[in-house]
């Protein structure tokens, strides 16, 4: 996007400071909105990009030309190019995944605790919007009304920063998001596009107005964004994800299983990147495994016992590739001694996002997930069912593979936060020091 | 503490590197550990306390006569005196206390949701430990063994960092804690003393072995730790917390309940440190309030309008009063135009911990609790109820105004996290692209 352009329709704020105390303001009248008014809001929203689809098209179609031109100079892969690109079917779904935000339950004024603290003093923990939430992303415009439907439901402003490749389409998706929102009383404030990278290392600095920066984007972005952030930050480094075949698996599923972690789609995150296999196993599995994943495209780096076993078409694995996350059609395997090697080689160079292990051994499968230290622990199933959608969350935000707060695929629950409400009839606490005692009853 | 007394007792890990790795590796083991045998240890760990007291109190024999050297100096205040002193009585409270925490009930292995995503395939949502804790206090040797209680009671293992000050009573009580945890068989390395400023500097980067840090102390030395760290942190900067009057309250309840959330503790974060009047009040409510306030020994520093109101003994008040935290005995007042301009004060110079309406009317009182943004919000009750204990979370290890993860008092909430455990038979996201559908039934 050229600076012209952003001049051009630039009317909206003119920094991200700006931007961000507008943010807040509005997030106060968000928190009282009732769900009624919030769903409204987005049934409107999901209406007007079906009835504007070809606008959106239209604007997708200018950034497409950009895009393509730097393609053939070489300056943007196919793979980016092909996720920046909206058709009428991506305009349908994007109102479709509206609708199933406006579905979800009510995440605000959840009672999460009530507890009489003593007669006539009454102690409810309730959860309430998080405020103002800020999300930066690349490329893929289809992350606009997904993000910002989940921030509104869940009671947030957002401010959006997509990359410099999609403005026109992000731009325009915008403008009818506020729209549409206006029409429903919410100020179009709750939802602003910051426009420049500038924007974007202000925001780090403006932890009074917003509560929570969700950077997406790849390793280096992330940390680089977590660790100049003022703001807390939440967002996945990497996934390094393990498959580890037991002794006693069903080798039909561990095989199945494999693949489908390996390559449904290798660029996600929840795709697998190391296959563990039992000692005791791997000489009737590996062979047959190693077939179908090079039938299906895949580069396999082995440690020696792997090469031992297949001789043909393995090449060494090296230190550096147990604690790779080569995001493509790749795969290093690793012949390990039983559950406490498999757990112990997770734990050194997983990455604690997903990890499966596959087995007809309930007691070796409940071992490993109670051991395990991950955000998904699996149980004969494929690495790649760590997603939002899959998990019945709606969507996501983002998958989280810190520990604090959220972890794992992150839904409304993560753009909520919670507040004690304290209602008494004048106590103090000079009583209970002289002779009143707490009844801590929960109710 | 001189490096000879260190190196003397210097049997502990030599650096806060390795204090974490073991840390790590006994987390994996915590983490599997039986809720009986956690409580198990934690009673033999009180009993111990009690047998051992003398010990004890003769090791803050000598950190007390190191300190008062000090505070002769005027190097060290009276009051950081007093909460470095443990008497007889003290130890008892401290083993009263960690038998409270066995009597709560365990937060792991908590089944926070439960969802058939299709048959066979079937997603726990399930509380866990956090890992590795490490928490950097001052003075009050009675933070070993409540902070240390709740992370085992929590499955996690933890880095204990006191103050200089404290270094002989921490000793002895940290020896006699890990004594109590190894006769019933968990290792020593689930509570490890840090032993110097240097280690702490360390800790900041150990973000592979470190899962949460909780600096508790003043607000510069929070602020510092959060901008250096690379583990996340949690902990309170500061308590600015407002008293406010309706114009419906009753007053003799507003009065009490004003003065002790000045009073009782003005040192704590939940005091007061601005009172918030209604015009329409204030000429019935100042002059007697005021007075009684000044009885109580408190500083006054008034508005304008209050000084109109209140000729006598009330200073006038700045911009930076608005933004104080004294931690003393003064109290900034503040004459408003009703709910909403109180509202906009609490926003604008508010810290987020707690606030308090007094007030009959039940609409405004709701609407206050709803609006302000804050971890505690209160109807007619004391703003020094913001805490553990009183909040029946048995205890606490901080007290968090951040709005991520744990907000307010935190207890063991604060110190678990989830993971999500999927059971399968084999299933494969393939399936689901082409045909099979997901049933999302909650169980």
Redesign the interface.
């Known amino acids: 996007m050229t600076a012209g352009a952003t001049e051009a329709r630039g009317n909206g704020p003119v920094n991200a400071a700006e931007a961000a105390r507008r943010a807040r303001a509005t997030s106060?009248k968000l928190?009282?909105c009732s769900g009624k008014q919030r769903n409204a809001a987005l049934l409107l929203a999901a209406e007007r990009l079906e009835e504007t689809e070809g606008q959106i098209v239209a604007a997708n179609a200018e950034d497409l030309r950009a895009a393509e031109t730097l393609v053939r100079a070489g300056k943007m892969s196919q793979a980016m190019l092909a996720r920046l690109r909206v058709s009428e079917k991506s305009v349908a779904d994007m109102a479709e995944k509206v609708r199933s935000v406006v579905r979800l339950p009510d995440p605000l004024g959840r009672k999460l605790s009530v507890?009489e603290?003593d007669e006539g003093?009454v102690?409810t923990k309730e959860s309430c919007p998080?405020?103002v939430v800020a999300v930066v992303f690349e490329s893929r415009p289809d992350v606009v009304p997904q993000v910002a439907s989940l921030a509104l439901k869940a009671g947030n402003a957002i401010l959006l920063k997509g990359g410099s490749e999609a403005a026109h389409t992000n731009e325009m998706l915008m403008s009818i998001w506020t729209a549409a929102l206006e029409e429903n009383g919410i100020p179009a404030d709750a939802a602003q596009l910051l426009r420049s990278r500038a924007d974007v290392m202000e925001l780090l600095n403006l932890d009074r107005d917003v509560?929570?920066l969700i950077p997406r984007g790849g390793k280096e972005f992330v940390e680089t964004i977590s660790?100049q952030s003022?703001i807390?930050v939440?967002g996945h480094g990497q996934g390094i994800c393990h498959v580890y075949v037991h002794r006693a698996a069903?080798l039909?599923?561990a095989e199945?299983?494999l693949?489908?972690s390996k390559v449904?789609?290798p660029a996600a995150c929840n795709a697998a990147e190391t296959l563990l296999v039992d000692a005791a196993v791997a000489r009737q599995f590996l062979p047959r495994a190693i077939e179908k994943l090079r039938a299906a495209g895949v580069e396999l780096r082995g440690c020696d016992r792997t090469r031992a076993m297949v001789s043909a078409g393995v090449d060494p694995a090296s230190e550096r590739d147990w604690a790779a996350e080569y995001g493509e059609l790749i795969l290093s395997v690793k012949v390990v001694d039983g559950l406490d090697d498999a757990i112990q080689h997770i734990?050194q160079y997983g990455s604690s996002h997903t990890e499966a292990i596959v087995t007809e051994d309930s007691a070796a499968?409940e071992r490993f997930?109670?051991?395990v230290?991950?955000?998904?622990?699996?149980?004969?199933?494929?690495t790649?069912?760590?997603d939002g959608y899959?998990?019945?969350l709606g969507a996501e935000v983002g998958i989280s593979n810190?520990?604090?707060?959220a972890?794992?695929p992150m839904g409304l629950d993560g753009l909520t936060?919670?507040?004690?409400?304290?209602?008494?009839?004048?106590?103090?606490?000079?009583d209970?020091k002289t002779g009143k005692k707490?009844r801590?009853r929960?109710i």
């Open positions: 106060r928190a009282v507890m603290l003093l102690l998080l405020g509560d929570l660790r003022r807390p939440l069903d039909g599923k199945r299983i693949l489908d449904d789609y734990h499968a997930l109670n051991e230290d991950a955000a998904g622990v699996y149980h004969n199933a494929s790649r069912f760590a899959r998990y019945g810190g520990k604090l707060h972890r794992g936060t919670y507040k004690y409400k304290l209602r008494g009839s004048g106590q103090t606490v000079a209970y707490f801590h929960p």
